[in-house]
């Protein structure tokens, strides 16, 4: 199973009904959302979409990020109780930091009675008897290590069929013009069985929360494939001609790296598949159409989805 890890932001969200909207993702992808933004309504729109499928997502009651940084997340619970009545495939889960305490787990357990849940471990601080008494619990139906926060000991203790590791794969710089070429993505398809039921990643955003972007100086497509040769992931980067803020316009730097997407798409259609995020980038090349900056993402994460679906199904 692949659980990608998302700060709940808009394009995010319009990504995940996209891409669970096209594809069975059933048994393949389990999202885990953060949410960022006190306003539930994207948030309910999208979990509500999944879950009338049956769809599995992991949904965090207790963030910290965002506007959740000075906001209690107590009227986000009140929000999301009747989504997780209405549909049992959602998954409340709580985050677990080095300021969490065993009652704080045993306060969210109880919250949820006689339902599934999960555990989301970012740099804990439990002992090993408070982590066996949490690992006790049945209804945690999927232990998540974020970025390998957890003690080695104790990401040892976790029951394989119920671990999940998410790692930040994608290698941020500074600037988009500072990309280029194509690079190792990871190779976690083809290794999580040994020791997880699932593995992870942060897509192409990366790990570190920011609210918004500066100005585009260059426009980038970061698009992942499966290498023909090893079978692993890679991450192609394809950026505008103009890189400089004076130079030339956002609209014709999007079409300057979306015409090179789609030509490497066309010449290698068996590493990178076919899904409507890649339709949608080939109709506006040919329309010479500019969706905006926050579409691009939108469609970085709808492909990245689907790519690690097919992948799992063995379809790519």
Same mark, same amino acid.
């Given at each position: 199973?692949?659980?990608?890890?998302f700060f709940g932001r808009r394009f995010e969200f319009l990504s995940l009904r996209d891409a669970s909207s096209e594809l069975p993702l059933?048994?393949?992808? =389990?999202?885990?959302?953060?949410? &960022?933004?006190?306003?539930? $309504?994207?948030?309910? +729109?999208?979990?509500?979409?999944? #879950?009338?499928?049956?769809?599995?997502?992991?949904?965090?009651?207790?963030?910290?990020?965002?506007?959740?940084?000075?906001?209690?997340?107590?009227?986000?619970?009140?929000?999301?109780?009747?989504?997780?009545?209405?549909?049992?495939?959602?998954?409340?889960?709580?985050?677990?930091?080095?300021?969490?305490?065993?009652?704080?787990?045993?306060?969210?357990?109880?919250?949820?009675?006689?339902?599934?849940?999960?555990?989301?471990?970012?740099?804990?601080?439990?002992?090993?008897?408070?982590?066996?008494?949490?690992?006790?619990?049945?209804? =945690?139906?999927?232990?998540?290590? &974020?970025?390998?926060?957890? $003690?080695?000991?104790? +990401?040892?203790?976790?029951?394989? #069929?119920?671990?999940?590791?998410?790692?930040?794969?994608?290698?941020?710089?500074?600037?988009?013009?500072?990309?280029?070429?194509?690079?190792?993505?990871?190779?976690?398809?083809?290794?999580?069985?040994?020791?997880?039921?699932?593995?992870?990643?942060?897509?192409?955003?990366?790990?570190?929360?920011?609210?918004?972007?500066?100005?585009?100086?260059?426009?980038?497509?970061?698009?992942?494939?499966?290498?023909s040769r090893s079978n692993q992931m890679w991450v192609e980067h394809f950026i505008s001609d103009d890189v400089d803020r004076d130079v030339?316009? =956002?609209?014709?730097?999007?079409?300057?790296?979306?015409a090179k997407l789609v030509r490497a798409v066309t010449r290698r259609r068996a590493e990178f598949g076919s899904n409507g995020a890649l339709?949608?980038?080939?109709?506006?090349?040919?329309?010479?159409?500019?969706?905006?900056?926050?579409?691009?993402?939108?469609?970085?994460?709808?492909?990245?989805?689907?790519?690690?679906?097919?992948?799992?199904?063995?379809?790519?």
């Amino acid at each position: 199973m692949y659980f990608p890890y998302f700060f709940g932001r808009r394009f995010e969200f319009l990504s995940l009904r996209d891409a669970s909207s096209e594809l069975p993702l059933n048994t393949t992808v =389990v999202p885990i959302i953060e949410p &960022v933004k006190s306003n539930p $309504a994207d948030l309910k +729109r999208c979990i509500q979409a999944m #879950g009338s499928t049956g769809m599995k997502a992991v949904v965090i009651v207790n963030p910290n990020r965002g506007d959740f940084r000075t906001i209690n997340p107590s009227s986000l619970r009140a929000a999301l109780v009747e989504d997780f009545h209405q549909h049992p495939s959602l998954l409340p889960a709580f985050l677990c930091s080095q300021h969490t305490s065993i009652r704080d787990i045993s306060t969210f357990l109880a919250n949820y009675p006689a339902r599934d849940m999960a555990m989301v471990y970012w740099g804990p601080n439990l002992s090993d008897n408070e982590l066996r008494s949490v690992i006790a619990d049945r209804r =945690v139906l999927f232990h998540i290590n &974020v970025q390998d926060q957890m $003690a080695a000991t104790q +990401r040892a203790m976790l029951p394989r #069929g119920k671990a999940v590791d998410i790692r930040d794969r994608f290698n941020t710089l500074p600037r988009n013009a500072d990309y280029a070429g194509s690079e190792f993505f990871t190779d976690s398809h083809l290794t999580f069985h040994t020791n997880a039921a699932g593995y992870g990643d942060f897509s192409v955003i990366g790990s570190t929360f920011r609210e918004a972007g500066g100005p585009a100086h260059a426009v980038a497509i970061h698009t992942v494939f499966k290498h023909s040769r090893s079978n692993q992931m890679w991450v192609e980067h394809f950026i505008s001609d103009d890189v400089d803020r004076d130079v030339g316009s =956002v609209e014709g730097k999007f079409h300057q790296a979306a015409a090179k997407l789609v030509r490497a798409v066309t010449r290698r259609r068996a590493e990178f598949g076919s899904n409507g995020a890649l339709s949608a980038y080939a109709s506006d090349v040919q329309a010479n159409y500019f969706p905006g900056l926050g579409e691009n993402k939108r469609r970085e994460i709808h492909h990245h989805i689907a790519l690690n679906h097919k992948i799992l199904r063995r379809e790519l």
